[in-house]
């Protein structure tokens, strides 16, 4: 199976080595443990923030709401009405360099504590 780390990952299909996961939900799950236990999804999030704003994604984005607000009404749109029709657009703006670095940044830090030292030897 390949996996977002970028390594071949097989699930523990039933092989009690130790190594591998049930499922991918159950690898997603103790992944997710594991970034807000450590404080990495803490520090990737004002990561992220800070890569925004730096690009000037953040201004845009304000901009949109401005100009969607000021065009439909500020008494005529929901606070969920203005985020999903800003959320399509806002996703695909986000600069792909913002997305790499985010990307190679939890792939190593998941690298190191998801995967078993037998895989990372190979």
Partial sequence: MQTPFGNSF??????NDGGG??????????????????????RLMKLLKQRLSESG?????ILDCKRIVRD???DNITVDQLVAQVQPGARKNVPDAVKQELFHQIRDFLTKVLMPESYLND
Avoid: F, P, Q
């Fill in 21 to 42: 996961y049930e499922n991918i939900e159950e690898l997603r799950t103790i992944a997710s443990k594991k970034l807000v236990e450590s404080g990495e999804r803490d």
């Fill in 72 to 74: 439909r009404g500020v």
């Fill in 57 to 61: 994604w953040r201004d845009e984005l």
């Fill in 10 to 15: 097989h699930a523990n299909n039933n092989e």
